[in-house]
């Protein structure tokens, strides 16, 4: 069975850049089927999409995240990363991970979310 | 890059039947069969329902159906259940850098 545990610090500064890891098992991120997916959901708010990654490298970003977003993949270690540079407290979410399909998108499995706070 | 369109709230009682509506573009729902309906409910990560606009992941209910016509797609869920009270998102692939785009997500409640 796959599963994916998001890890990283729950408090980041603002103007700091956060950064949270993927470690997936039960699978590998070598799947050429998938990308790897990050989605965040601010407090009592909807779903957004972040970006995903490809075993290549080959990233797919949220226009309005781009410029700030960075997404990679070591498949050494059958991990994902991102990163989120500048941050303020709008980007105060619970950040998932997950698998997507590379034909349709479709978001099959996902990590159970850790909430990152941005806060001095 | 706009969200796709959900009512923000849907209402049922038991055994009755619901409709949620997702309406993206031409860019979206409207060219590609690639819709997904996700379930979450409270302090827990979303669950995929449907995906490919009507096709069930294993172990999901038959309950739940998808189906769409032209830029709107949309999720049924027959014989509510008080278990079903959740909210619901929709997404769909889009052929702009985004990749996939999320709708706001619609609350059902179970009366």
């Known amino acids: 069975q796959l599963q994916l545990q998001e890890s990283g610090p729950g408090l980041v500064k603002p103007s700091e850049t956060l950064s949270l890891t993927c470690t997936v098992s039960?699978?590998?991120?070598?799947?050429?089927?998938?990308?790897w997916g990050w989605i965040r959901q601010p407090p009592g708010k909807g779903l957004e999409w972040i970006g995903s990654?490809?075993?290549?490298?080959?990233?797919y970003y949220n226009p309005s995240l781009k410029s700030r977003v960075t997404i990679s993949v070591d498949t050494s270690k059958n991990q994902f990363s991102l990163k989120l540079s500048s941050v303020t407290a709008a980007d105060t979410a619970v950040y998932y991970c997950?698998?997507?399909?590379?034909?349709?998108?479709?978001?099959?499995?996902w990590g159970q979310g850790t909430l990152v706070t941005v806060s001095s | 890059q706009s969200a796709l369109t959900q009512p923000a709230s849907v209402s049922g009682s038991p055994g009755q039947s619901i409709t949620i509506s997702c309406t993206g573009t031409?860019?979206?729902?409207?060219?590609?069969?690639?819709v997904s309906w996700y379930q979450q409910h409270p302090g827990q990560a979303p669950k995929l329902i449907i995906y490919?606009?009507?096709k069930r992941p294993s172990g999901v209910s038959n309950r739940f159906s998808g189906s769409k016509s032209g830029n709107t797609a949309s999720l049924t869920i027959s014989g509510l259940q008080a278990e079903d009270e959740a909210d619901y998102y929709c997404?769909?692939?889009?052929?702009?850098?985004?990749?996939?785009?999320f709708g706001g997500g619609t609350k059902l409640t179970v009366l």
């Open positions: 997950a698998r997507v399909g590379r034909i349709g998108a479709t978001s099959d499995y």
């Open positions: 039960g699978g590998s991120t070598s799947n050429s089927n998938y990308y």
């Open positions: 990654v490809y075993y290549s490298g080959s990233t």
């Open positions: 031409s860019s979206d729902v409207g060219t590609y069969n690639f």
């Open positions: 490919d606009v009507n």
């Open positions: 997404d769909s692939y889009t052929h702009t850098s985004a990749y996939v785009l």
